[in-house]
Nanobody, 121 residues
Framework: QVQLVESGGGLVQPGGSLRLSCAASGTIFSVDRMGWYRQIPGKERELVAAITNDGSADYLDSVKGRFTITMDNAKKMVALQMDNLKPEDTAVFYC???????????????WGQGTQVTVSS
């Protein structure tokens, strides 16, 4: 089994910054990709940013230039630095990881419990 533990959410004023972190633990051979999704009540969960273990990153258009995702392969951790936050960034953010339990196993998706990010004055 794999667990993802998130930290770093909270309340921040518009224009402020927050840093989210997520650590994977458990039966892990490799982590192929880690990312952050967010969800607003009544809306579908959307991909904010993701990064592969070779460093290739993708971002939601609305966060490009403001958010930066990084991954530490050895520690199996992913971080999302969020700068110049806007009220429309308010959501529950979820960590996601695509994990292989053995070298032959396919990659499975795992999710964190979610952390609230609120951008408000």
């Amino acid at each position: 089994q794999v667990q993802l533990v998130e930290s770093g959410g909270g309340l921040v004023q518009p224009g402020g910054s927050l840093r989210l972190s997520c650590a994977a633990s458990g039966t892990i051979f490799s982590v192929d990709r880690m990312g952050w999704y967010r969800q607003i009540p009544g809306k579908e969960r959307e991909l904010v940013a993701a990064i592969t273990n070779d460093g290739s990153a993708d971002y939601l258009d609305s966060v490009k230039g403001r958010f930066t995702i990084t991954m530490d392969n050895a520690k199996k951790m992913v971080a999302l630095q969020m700068d110049n936050l806007k009220p429309e960034d308010t959501a529950v953010f979820y960590c996601n990881a695509e994990v292989r339990g053995t070298w032959r196993a396919p990659a499975y998706d795992y999710w964190g419990q979610g952390t609230q990010v609120t951008v408000s004055s």
